[in-house]
Structure formats: C-alpha cells, structure tokens
C-alpha cells in the first residue's frame, strides 16, 4: 500500500505565501502522476496542479503565475508552492499520486487526508 502525508497548510493573509508539502511512503514500484487538488466549502473538487513523471506540469487557470508544482522524485515528495494567495484560494488541499506499489506493480489512485488553507483579507 501507499500512504501519503501532507503538511504545510495554515492560516495566513492575502498577498502571503505558503509551500504544501506531500510525501509518499510504503513500498513504491514507481509513481507517475502526482497532483494537487483543493476543494472549499460547498463546492466540488477540483485539479490545481499537475506533474506527471516526465517533468510536465500543469495548472488551474485561476493559480498560473502564483502556484508552482514540484517533485523530488528520489524522496518521493511533492510541493506546491503558493504565492501572491487570494482569499479565493481558501479551501482543503489533497495530495493526489499515481502510483504501482510493489505488491502488484499496477497503477492504482491514492489520496493524501486534506490539509486546510485558510486565506483571509
């Protein structure tokens, strides 16, 4: 199996930065795509960021130019760099990671517990 921990998420005020951290641990055949997602109250889910194990990324519109995704792929950790935040940005973050785990080396979804990101004026 695969666990995923998030930290980095917090209270802070617009114009302010934050990093989001997640990190993959179990026993890993390989991890393709990894990906943040957010989701604020009453509304549904959504993709932020996106980097695949080729070195692409990709980003929501709203976050181009301020939010920047990165991989350490030899400690199996993801980033998601968040500058200039807007209130707009408030909600719960989730570490999203394809991967295989050794036990069956085929691709599975795993997701990490949520971290808060709470932007205010």
């Known amino acids: 199996q695969v666990q995923l921990v998030e930290s980095g998420g917090g209270l802070v005020q617009a114009g302010d930065s934050l990093t989001l951290s997640c990190t993959a641990s179990?026993?890993?055949?390989?991890?393709?795509?990894m990906a943040w997602y957010r989701q604020a109250p009453g509304k549904q889910r959504e993709l932020v960021a996106t980097?695949?194990?080729?070195?692409?990324?990709d980003y929501l519109d709203s976050v181009k130019g301020r939010f920047t995704i990165s991989r350490d792929n030899a400690k199996k950790t993801m980033y998601l760099q968040m500058n200039s935040l807007k209130p707009e940005d408030t909600a719960i973050y989730y570490c999203y990671v394809e991967a295989a785990p050794c036990s069956d080396y085929r691709e599975w979804d795993y997701w990490g517990q949520g971290t808060q990101v709470t932007v205010s004026l």
């Open positions: 980097s695949d194990s080729g070195g692409g990324t």
């Open positions: 179990g026993m890993i055949f390989s991890i393709n795509v």
